[in-house]
Protein backbone atom coordinates (compact mmCIF):
# COMPACT_ATOMS: atom_id res chain seq x y z
CA UNK A 1 0.00 0.00 0.00
CA UNK A 2 1.17 3.63 -0.56
CA UNK A 3 0.56 6.80 0.62
CA UNK A 4 0.19 9.87 -1.34
CA UNK A 5 -0.05 12.94 0.72
CA UNK A 6 -0.75 16.48 -0.49
CA UNK A 7 0.38 20.27 0.91
CA UNK A 8 1.08 23.38 -0.25
CA UNK A 9 -3.31 24.23 -0.93
CA UNK A 10 -4.48 27.87 0.13
CA UNK A 11 -6.55 30.59 -0.81
CA UNK A 12 -4.70 33.12 -3.62
CA UNK A 13 -5.40 36.15 -5.69
CA UNK A 14 -5.67 35.71 -9.42
CA UNK A 15 -2.46 36.25 -10.67
CA UNK A 16 -0.75 34.42 -8.38
CA UNK A 17 1.31 31.05 -7.85
CA UNK A 18 0.85 27.98 -5.52
CA UNK A 19 3.27 25.26 -5.39
CA UNK A 20 1.57 21.92 -4.61
CA UNK A 21 3.74 18.48 -2.93
CA UNK A 22 2.74 15.22 -2.80
CA UNK A 23 4.85 13.19 -1.01
CA UNK A 24 4.86 8.97 -1.93
CA UNK A 25 5.18 6.77 1.01
CA UNK A 26 7.74 4.46 -1.04
CA UNK A 27 10.17 4.92 -3.97
CA UNK A 28 7.63 4.27 -6.62
CA UNK A 29 8.46 6.72 -9.30
CA UNK A 30 10.45 4.29 -11.62
CA UNK A 31 7.21 2.29 -12.09
CA UNK A 32 4.37 4.43 -11.17
CA UNK A 33 3.26 7.79 -13.49
CA UNK A 34 2.20 10.45 -11.28
CA UNK A 35 -0.44 12.83 -12.25
CA UNK A 36 -2.15 15.95 -10.58
CA UNK A 37 -5.88 15.88 -11.11
CA UNK A 38 -8.31 18.24 -9.66
CA UNK A 39 -12.34 18.79 -9.00
CA UNK A 40 -14.29 21.66 -8.88
CA UNK A 41 -17.69 21.21 -7.24
CA UNK A 42 -20.25 19.97 -9.33
CA UNK A 43 -18.13 19.09 -12.04
CA UNK A 44 -15.87 16.08 -12.74
CA UNK A 45 -12.69 14.74 -11.57
CA UNK A 46 -9.96 15.94 -14.60
CA UNK A 47 -5.92 15.23 -15.48
CA UNK A 48 -4.35 18.74 -14.81
CA UNK A 49 -0.61 17.31 -14.97
CA UNK A 50 1.19 13.87 -15.66
CA UNK A 51 4.51 12.80 -15.46
CA UNK A 52 5.16 9.07 -16.80
CA UNK A 53 7.89 6.50 -15.00
CA UNK A 54 10.17 7.87 -18.21
CA UNK A 55 9.94 11.54 -17.20
CA UNK A 56 7.58 12.46 -20.15
CA UNK A 57 5.17 15.32 -19.04
CA UNK A 58 1.89 16.17 -19.95
CA UNK A 59 -1.00 18.82 -19.26
CA UNK A 60 -4.82 19.80 -20.18
CA UNK A 61 -4.79 22.79 -22.75
CA UNK A 62 -5.94 25.25 -20.09
CA UNK A 63 -2.50 24.89 -17.68
CA UNK A 64 0.21 24.88 -20.66
CA UNK A 65 2.76 27.21 -19.96
CA UNK A 66 1.00 28.07 -16.92
CA UNK A 67 1.65 25.21 -14.38
CA UNK A 68 4.62 22.67 -14.45
CA UNK A 69 4.85 19.30 -12.92
CA UNK A 70 8.03 17.76 -12.06
CA UNK A 71 9.53 15.26 -9.42
CA UNK A 72 11.97 14.71 -6.49
CA UNK A 73 13.16 10.94 -6.54
CA UNK A 74 15.52 11.31 -3.59
CA UNK A 75 12.56 12.76 -1.20
CA UNK A 76 9.76 10.83 -3.36
CA UNK A 77 7.55 13.90 -3.68
CA UNK A 78 5.60 15.46 -6.99
CA UNK A 79 5.31 19.24 -7.22
CA UNK A 80 2.87 20.85 -9.33
CA UNK A 81 4.05 24.89 -9.61
CA UNK A 82 0.82 26.77 -10.39
CA UNK A 83 1.53 30.23 -11.86
CA UNK A 84 -0.79 32.94 -13.31
CA UNK A 85 -3.87 31.48 -11.25
CA UNK A 86 -7.08 31.82 -12.56
CA UNK A 87 -10.31 31.90 -10.42
CA UNK A 88 -11.13 28.79 -12.50
CA UNK A 89 -8.27 26.81 -11.20
CA UNK A 90 -10.14 26.83 -7.97
CA UNK A 91 -10.72 23.04 -7.03
CA UNK A 92 -9.89 20.25 -5.09
CA UNK A 93 -5.92 18.88 -6.27
CA UNK A 94 -5.66 15.59 -5.88
CA UNK A 95 -2.09 13.59 -5.97
CA UNK A 96 -2.78 10.27 -8.39
CA UNK A 97 0.10 7.06 -9.01
CA UNK A 98 -0.73 5.08 -11.41
CA UNK A 99 0.97 1.65 -12.58
CA UNK A 100 -0.75 -1.26 -14.77
CA UNK A 101 -4.09 -1.73 -13.33
CA UNK A 102 -3.32 -0.28 -9.63
CA UNK A 103 -4.02 2.80 -8.58
CA UNK A 104 -3.46 5.56 -5.43
CA UNK A 105 -4.97 8.65 -4.27
CA UNK A 106 -4.09 11.20 -1.94
CA UNK A 107 -6.47 13.04 0.23
CA UNK A 108 -6.56 16.10 -2.19
CA UNK A 109 -5.50 20.18 -0.99
CA UNK A 110 -7.98 22.80 -1.55
CA UNK A 111 -6.91 25.46 -3.98
CA UNK A 112 -8.81 28.75 -4.03
CA UNK A 113 -8.02 31.68 -6.56
CA UNK A 114 -9.94 34.82 -5.52
CA UNK A 115 -9.92 38.19 -4.66
Known amino acids: QVQLVESGGGLVQPGGSLRLSCAASASIFSWYAMGWYRQAPGKQRELVAG???????EYRDSVQGRFTISRDTAKNTVYLQMNSLKPEDTAVYYC?????????WGQGTQVTVSS
Open 51 to 57: ITSGGST
Open 96 to 104: NARYLSVTY
